[in-house]
């Protein structure tokens, strides 16, 4: 790219307070001017960014640098404040209630796929703004890129001693810091050509450059869209609903499962059941999603639920709709052995891990396996009242060993011979897993002792 290139790394003090600035000469004095300002948060200072600068002024042969230590939340607040041009969001994301069409400049989101501080899964919710909008106009994707830096961690954006939140939260890195530095140089040169240079072949091959960075990036991360769209999507729950299917067990193929979200009350007060019209038979499914605003996705601003509240039929209530009742003493076939199996909500827990893996790529389950600290599913806390089972959340806890989860069960009691009852389960969400066996399995487990 042919810019002209001036670096300054700046120490900068909000509020009024002394600024002082380093310049990182250019490499020539001809091409288009730009410059790049840097801005950090979690109390990174602002020369710990000099490496980085060298490797994208490298990169790019001439522009203007400038880096400074604002926090990244107030930079998305500031672009039209201060005249910016475009920024450039390392280890940061937009507001989730910011659209991309709706931010004043463009702006390049550089993702590392072992940050602990700002996670994947939250990246994963701007991609999926990001398609929505590039629904009816294409050009949003060079107007809001998203690249997946594979093996990076959070403290590569920078280098040197990092603040305790960073040490706290961040996650072992696979790759050199050099070869992170590296990555983050292509990467700004390429957004940069495209959105300042004033050559067309160069804009063009940058746009092509953007293109191949999105597929790679919705690559790793549409999984993770996919595997929350699971928990709500519209008004049901299609995890529920594969809930309801894996304790159907070999009764799968024979019932229809549907599915309702409700809000608090009307689920309290509501029963899942079962229908038959002719030969069909319906098995009707209640779900009702947690979200916990005092806990750490909230403050990170992932849109994780808590638990997922299921109402579902066990599978004696389901043998005993396609059989009438009329078969308790058939000795023979599937539904004779298979009836008296208990239903338990830890299975499906389970399930939300074997969901979370199959969605994970191999590179993360390896590593899951290898370094991760496991998921324990712990025995159903079984309440005898639906009230106790409403009142108690899933239980769920974190230490050396792994992440425990304890389901909360509750098995109505049979009215009538031909009504064997139903299954409550509080479980977990599978998004919930895949976020533990891709990130924060990996973290370390120092402060448990």
């Not at 602002?46 to 604002?70: L, P, S, V, W």
């Not at 919710?125 to 990076?152: C, N, S």
């Not at 039929?313 to 208990?342: C, F, V, Y």
Request: aromatic share 10%.
């Amino acid at each position: 790219m042919s810019m002209f290139f001036l670096g300054a790394i700046l120490s900068f003090l909000a509020f009024g307070e002394a600024v002082k600035f380093e310049i990182l000469k250019p490499n020539r004095t001809t091409g288009d001017e730009v410059a790049l300002i840097f801005t950090s948060g979690n109390s990174i200072k602002g020369e710990q960014y000099r490496k980085t600068g060298e490797f994208i002024r490298a990169e790019q042969k001439d522009c203007i640098i400038k880096t400074n230590n604002i926090s990244g939340q107030f930079l998305y607040s500031a672009a039209e404040k201060f005249s910016l041009k475009a920024v450039v969001l390392m280890g940061f994301c937009l507001p989730l209630n910011t659209k991309p069409q709706d931010y004043s400049v463009p702006v390049l989101t550089l993702a590392a796929e072992l940050d602990g501080v700002t996670r994947i899964t939250r990246v994963a919710e701007e991609l999926g703004k990001l398609q929505q909008e590039m629904r009816d106009d294409q050009v949003t994707l060079y107007k809001a890129p998203i690249v997946f830096l594979e093996g990076m961690n959070h403290a590569q954006f920078a280098s040197g001693a990092m603040p305790n939140r960073v040490i706290n939260n961040d996650l072992e890195s696979e790759v050199t810091e050099e070869d992170a530095h590296r990555m983050i140089g292509k990467y700004v040169d390429t957004f940069l050509t495209a959105t300042f240079s004033s050559e067309t072949a160069k804009v063009d091959s940058a746009l092509l450059e953007l293109e191949q960075a999105y597929s790679e990036a919705a690559e790793k991360l549409q999984p993770f869209l996919d595997v929350k769209a699971l928990d709500v999507s519209g008004n049901f729950s299609q995890w529920t609903i594969m809930a309801q299917q894996h304790v159907a067990g070999e009764f799968v193929d024979q019932i229809r499962v549907n599915n309702k979200m409700w809000d608090d009350s009307w689920f309290f007060f509501n029963k899942p059941s079962i229908t038959k019209n002719g030969d069909l038979t319906e098995v009707n499914t209640m779900s009702l999603v947690h979200y916990s605003l005092s806990s750490p996705e909230y403050l990170m601003m992932v849109n994780m639920p808590r638990e997922v509240n299921m109402k579902l039929m066990p599978k004696d209530a389901i043998w005993a709709a396609l059989t009438d009742g009329n078969n308790a003493s058939d000795t023979q076939g599937p539904q004779s052995s298979l009836r008296s199996e208990p239903s338990t909500c830890k299975s499906l827990n389970e399930l939300a891990l074997e969901i979370a893996l199959n969605h994970s790529t191999t590179e993360a389950q390896n590593r899951y396996r290898k370094k991760g600290r496991p998921i324990v599913f712990e025995e159903d806390d079984i309440k005898l009242t639906d009230i106790a089972w409403s009142l108690k959340s899933l239980d769920y806890w974190e230490n050396k060993s792994g992440f425990h989860v304890r389901a909360i069960a509750y098995h109505p009691a049979s009215r009538g011979t031909r009504n064997p009852g139903m299954l409550y389960c509080k479980v977990l969400s599978p998004y919930r897993a895949m976020e533990w066996v891709n990130l924060l399995s990996l973290k370390e487990a120092v402060r448990f002792g």
